[in-house]
């Protein structure tokens, strides 16, 4: 990596050293009725080992971004609590005029809490039951978070969505102490058109609109913390199918096939733990979906039969300032067919290992580098076919939290 990286470190660091910050947090609390503003600025910018012009835009743009949000609660009677929580994301390193890039909702949901908290329903655009367990994996200040199953927003129950109705419970109504599950409903899509992207640029969320329009989907989770040792396990499951037809159901009836019914089913699992205790974080994921995430097959992308994703992290705090992150990913496509140039089977989609370091100079200012190294075999066929991406890339990037 050239010199010009230090150049740009260095006054960058001097920089933020000298700042001093302002922390806020709640603007309103009166007469049961509590309003929380909350947020961060985050700045980053991407490198290549090689310096190369040609890395991706998936990687050269990762988009610098203001995130705030609001979370409300109300009591209505007794110990029945409303709540809700409101959540946008202002990209800020795009140009004025840029017509394709929108600031967006992250969050938005209304639910009711009762039962001294044991207990919440709430229905709006939340995160996808995976998340519970694929979660394991999300770290404060982590760069290089586009590949990873927890991320994979608006597509079916994977990360944030719409139209999810979430049911949950807290220490399995009293009688289990730390045995948490979760039900979740997602309704069906049934809009034609989305105008809130550039298809130019975008073909996979583009199939993934199609893929989702008039299903439905259902979820559900279990998540057991045992007693005071760290250690915390969660699986998680949602399956995606479509609305009921009634000529569908006229065919179970007279059992007669569906010759163009092939094995179509939309769903997948994870199962996570985690250890959590004094300076130390250690957590892995295993992943498997059926038809529901996609391949890049020259320039186009198509959904695979089977996705196999495993997620590893091991994190120590050195002291209240300093945090040292290390992580694996891997992602493999089962039963993949043959392509332009390469056998079909089991493809590496990723591999990698990512070196991250934190630096906090308060509770509001921290600054932080990942250093993602390629372990994907440049020679193999299906990466040089797809021309898929494998240098070793270096990112910066500041935070300012509020």
Request: proline share 2%; charged share 20%.
């Amino acid at each position: 990596m050239k010199c010009n990286i230090l150049k740009f470190l260095i006054p960058f660091l001097l920089t933020i050293s000298s700042i001093t910050t302002v922390n806020a947090s709640e603007i309103y609390n009166k007469n049961g009725q509590k309003l929380d503003l909350y947020g961060f600025l985050d700045i980053k910018k991407t490198y290549s080992n090689q310096d190369r012009e040609d890395i991706p835009k998936k990687y050269e743009n990762i988009i610098s971004n203001m995130i705030f949000g609001f979370k409300g609660n109300t009591n209505i009677f007794n110990n029945i609590y409303g709540y809700a929580q409101f959540e946008y994301s202002l990209p800020i390193n795009q140009t004025e005029i840029d017509k394709n890039v929108f600031p967006s909702i992250r969050l938005g949901f209304i639910g009711l809490n009762f039962n001294n908290g044991n207990n919440s329903i709430d229905f709006g655009r939340n995160y996808g039951i995976l998340y519970d367990s694929t979660s394991f994996i999300k770290k404060e200040s982590s760069f290089f978070i586009d590949d990873l199953m927890y991320n994979h927003n608006d597509k079916f129950m994977f990360g944030r969505t719409n139209n999810l109705l979430t049911y949950r419970n807290k220490n399995f109504f009293g009688l289990i102490k730390g045995l948490d599950f979760a039900l979740q409903y997602k309704s069906p899509f049934f809009s034609e058109n989305d105008v809130f992207y550039n298809k130019n640029i975008n073909k996979d969320h583009d199939i993934f609109i199609e893929k989702e329009k008039n299903k439905k989907g259902w979820g559900a989770s279990i998540k057991y913390k045992i007693g005071n040792s760290g250690v915390s396990i969660t699986g998680s499951y949602f399956n995606s199918s479509k609305i009921i037809d009634k000529n569908d159901e006229l065919k179970k009836i007279f059992f007669i096939k569906d010759k163009n019914n092939k094995n179509n089913d939309i769903n997948a699992f994870s199962i996570g733990a985690k250890y959590e205790k004094n300076n130390i974080y250690l957590a892995t994921v295993f992943s498997k979906t059926k038809n529901s995430l996609t391949y890049l097959d020259r320039n186009n992308y198509y959904f695979a039969n089977k996705i196999k994703n495993l997620e590893i992290i091991g994190q120590y705090k050195f002291n209240n300032n300093l945090k040292a992150t290390i992580s694996y990913v891997q992602s493999e496509g089962n039963n993949i067919p043959a392509g332009y140039h390469y056998p079909g089977g089991n493809i590496s989609f990723l591999k990698y290992v990512t070196i991250n370091t934190i630096y906090k100079f308060n509770k509001n200012l921290s600054a932080y580098f990942d250093y993602r190294i390629n372990l994907l075999n440049k020679n193999d066929r299906y990466v040089r076919s797809n021309h898929i991406f494998t240098d070793n890339l270096f990112g910066i990037g500041i935070v300012y939290n509020f």
